[in-house]
């Protein structure tokens, strides 16, 4: 192997990682952990690892650009870079690094700054967005994911299948001994054909039960493509607007690429209350090569109560139990804490706005745009219709009997220009907070900002808690 800093420094521990990776596969086989199928799968995840993890940077400078500041190594123990530039060409799989970028399309850029002392400006949400690019999946992890949880969830997933399309077909009973039966050959040894274990069980004379059921079943994905994260990137940043503005430029850039996507920022359904949004890239040559890349984006505010929790959320995810379920109601009470730091920050934006809102108004003239126009960006809200609607037609109601007027205007202002100032406010808060999983929290303030804050956060809470 050549000496670290030579010219093929990099690609030298990234072929003997292959080899290292391999091996390991093909052991996997000769134990009889996964079959074959799985096996050339895996192989094809775990070869030429260098020019895979060349392509996740390729894909960053395609929606970022080149890096704002120097490259570093990244250590997982401390959660914080190591100050030692990286040259490109030392570049390998097994390191994690944290590059900062620039996100240009930021609908929130140079929105929101303090000043200081003189003519010292500092901006209180950044454009930056910190990528902390993480090392290949180590292969026994993979491993264990592919044989433990993902095979289990796709044993669950099939058994359910079975039993769903015989209910349908004769009775329950002999739905749930097949669905059964199922199970348990599934459980004896690795197998990821389900259709030719289920047809061996339910013999001839089936037909029309078995063409049913293999439609069905090929929808079940196996326990191989359930690993997604082999590749993995995680993108901070400072508020949830920008993060979809980003998922939707890679939308836009690589739409034949995306394999899903998830946006939890207002999932109240998870029990740890986690939040976070996550694109599924394939970074393989096409559809038949499948080299999934998991970029999961997060607000820097939650990233901190984060990764203090990874003790906790190990211990919980390998001991199923009431004792993990006590885990996660621990967990989801502390990420509730992540949501309330995020929230009060975004109620410290709305204080921004409405300081603004008399310049910006002398600023415009006439029917002019305003300011504001444009900012947030537009973009999928994803709260249903239903709660958007009600809040419109409370706030009206309220700017009507002045529960919310504008008291630092240069001029006096007509009920239409209030009214479209407060559901602009109105709908800041709706794209940037996140709601609470405690209904009966509310921000703890006094000023006109806080106050619209928590009007609208309510409309939010009173839906969820139905």
Known sequence: MSLIG?????????????????????????????NEEAAEYLKILYSDSLHWFHEVFYVLGKCFGA??????????????????????????????Y??????????????????????????????????????????DRALDKITGKYYASYVDEV???????????????????????????????????????????????????????????????????????????????DLIPQARTFIERIQAMM?????????????????????????????????????PMEIICQVRTFFEFE?????????????????????EAKLADYYEDGVKAYNRMICQCLEDLFDRVGWNLL?????????????????????????????????????ENEVFRVSNAPVKLSKHQENRIFHFMARFILVAAMPYMQHDWAMPATTQAGKLFNFVMNEVQRYYKK
């Open 6 to 34: 030579s010219e093929n420094w990099a690609h030298d521990i990234s072929a003997d990682n292959d080899r290292h990776n391999l091996a390991a596969i093909a052991r996997a086989v000769a134990d009889g952990r996964i």
């Open 67 to 96: 890096p704002k500041a120097a490259v570093m190594k990244y250590d997982y123990a401390t959660d914080s870079a190591i100050d030692e530039p990286i040259r490109i060409a030392d570049l390998n799989p097994l390191s994690p």
């Open 98 to 139: 944290v590059v900062n970028h620039r996100l240009d399309a930021d609908p929130m850029r140079n929105q929101f700054f303090t000043s200081s002392a003189g003519h010292k400006i500092d901006l209180a949400v950044s454009s930056i967005v910190t990528v902390i690019v993480g090392a290949q999946k180590k292969i």
């Open 159 to 237: 058994s359910d299948t079975v039993y769903r399309v015989i209910a349908s077909h004769e009775r329950e009973a002999s739905a749930h001994a097949i669905a059964t039966k199922i199970r348990e050959k599934l459980n004896e040894r690795y197998i990821s054909t389900p259709s030719e274990t289920v047809l061996s069980i339910i013999g001839s004379g089936h037909e029309k039960i078995a063409v049913d059921l293999v439609r069905a079943l090929d929808q079940v994905a196996r326990p191989r493509m359930r690993l997604q994260d082999v590749w993995r990137v995680k993108c901070l940043f």
């Open 255 to 291: 739409p034949d690429r995306i394999l899903s996507v998830r946006d939890s920022f207002y999932n109240m359904k998870n029990p740890r209350n986690y939040r976070d949004a996550k694109i599924i890239l394939n970074i393989g040559p096409n559809a038949d090569h499948i080299i």
């Open 307 to 327: 990764n203090k929790t990874h003790d906790v959320y190990e211990t919980a995810r390998k001991n199923k139990s009431k004792k993990s379920d006590r885990l």
């Open 363 to 399: 600023y415009s003239q006439g029917d002019a745009a305003s300011m504001f126009e444009g900012f947030p960006k537009e973009c999928k809200l994803y709260y249903p219709q239903k709660i958007l609607d009600n809040i419109n037609e409370k706030l009206d109601d309220a700017i």
